[in-house]
């Protein structure tokens, strides 16, 4: 009878143990998995306060506005590239021997002005260049966020570059072809070519697309303002000039 009672005894300490080992086990995987779902929430970073994804898009929609808005207002008037050190408009490659030529023989007066015509051409184009950003700013998803926040400084940048910039370059050409007519680029152009002489004989013409070539270098102006603003929104506080952006952005 004793045997029995101690028998029991031990079973049920042995029950015991290992309702607390289960227990234990069951406690530590759920603080494992409460662990894991904390991290995989980007927003979760400071204390309690928490950043919900439509925040974080709409912060990362709203430095890509701002920065969009400060290089079309920057480079989008006159002289905006014209005296802009980085991104004044040159001449084409294929016209460079060209131009040092005409400089030599003091013909300074025909390169300019041609150089001037393309940066107007561009300058006046440059504001249209707002209502197309918009379009890809206002398509980006969650996931796009993400990967932005936790990318590199231009990481927005790119983003709009990549998700925008063949729309940009369709949709921005025939702007600048416009603004090209008006501002006499071709007439500039036909100019410089008939103040070469002999030169002419050297130089492809009618290979040189100068509406491609001024897009492409107004594109590109626009990306490296876009870009310079993002870098400066994720570093310095008080270039975060909205509420959206100072929540978002003190967090990353």
Do not use: C
């Not at 086990?25 to 400071?46: R, Y």
């Not at 925008?164 to 152009?189: C, S, W």
């Amino acid at each position: 009878m004793q045997n029995k009672f101690i028998l029991r005894r031990i079973i049920s300490f042995l029950f015991l143990i290992s309702v607390s080992v289960l227990s234990y086990a069951a406690w530590d995987d759920f603080f494992e998995i409460f662990k894991e779902s904390s991290t995989e929430n980007l927003g979760a970073t400071n204390g309690n306060d928490i950043l919900s994804n439509d925040e974080i898009v709409s912060g990362l929609k709203e430095a890509l506005v701002k920065g969009s808005q400060t290089a079309v207002s920057s480079l989008g008037k006159e002289n905006g590239f014209l005296k802009h050190p980085q991104l004044k408009i040159p001449m084409p490659e294929k016209l460079q021997t060209v131009e040092s030529g005409l400089r030599k023989l003091g013909q300074d007066k025909i390169a300019d002005q041609f150089i001037l015509s393309m940066n107007r051409a561009a300058e006046e184009a440059t504001p249209k260049a707002m209502s197309i950003f918009s379009n890809t700013i206002k398509s980006m998803s969650v996931e796009d966020a993400y990967s932005i926040l936790k990318g590199p400084d231009n990481a927005a940048t790119e983003y709009l570059r990549k998700k925008g910039g063949d729309n940009l370059h369709q949709q921005f050409m025939p702007i600048v072809k416009q603004a090209t007519n008006r501002v006499g680029v071709t007439e500039k152009y036909k100019a410089l070519i008939d103040n070469l002489g002999m030169m002419s004989t050297f130089v492809d013409v009618e290979s040189l697309d100068l509406d491609h070539y001024v897009t492409d270098k107004a594109i590109d102006g626009l990306f490296t303002l876009v870009a310079k603003e993002e870098k400066l929104i994720r570093e310095n506080p008080a270039a975060r000039t909205t509420d959206i952006l100072k929540k978002v952005f003190s967090k990353y």
